[in-house]
Nanobody, 115 residues
Framework: QVLLVESGGGFVQPGRSLRLACAASGRTFNGNIMEWYRQAPDKERELVAQITPGGYTNYADSVKGRFTISRDNTRSTIYLQMNSLKPEDTAVYYC?????????WGRGTQVTVSS
């Protein structure tokens, strides 16, 4: 069974940092694009960050300069370092693996930014 499992979410104050992780099991995605999405209450799911197999990254304008996506292929894990968090970053964060023919999604991890 192929699984993507996110971790690292939590409740933090504005300006603080969190690091999310997404670990794959059942297969590796080292040759695939990996992405972080988020979905806030009453909003559509949106792409936050993307990393290619070669390490090229792309970010939503709202997180540029604050978030960093990375991957560790030896651990079949991707990360999202989130700095200078804002209340509007509050959402459930999901990782996605894009492969020919299908996409894989994790179940998400909640991030809440509030004072």
């Amino acid at each position: 069974q192929v699984l993507l499992v996110e971790s690292g979410g939590g409740f933090v104050q504005p300006g603080r940092s969190l690091r999310l992780a997404c670990a794959a099991s059942g297969r590796t995605f080292n040759g695939n694009i990996m992405e972080w999405y988020r979905q806030a209450p009453d909003k559509e799911r949106e792409l936050v960050a993307q990393i290619t197999p070669g390490g090229y990254t792309n970010y939503a304008d709202s997180v540029k300069g604050r978030f960093t996506i990375s991957r560790d292929n030896t651990r079949s894990t991707i990360y999202l370092q989130m700095n200078s968090l804002k209340p509007e970053d509050t959402a459930v964060y999901y990782c996605r693996a894009s492969t020919p023919g299908r996409d894989y999604w994790g179940r998400g991890t909640q991030v809440t930014v509030s004072s």
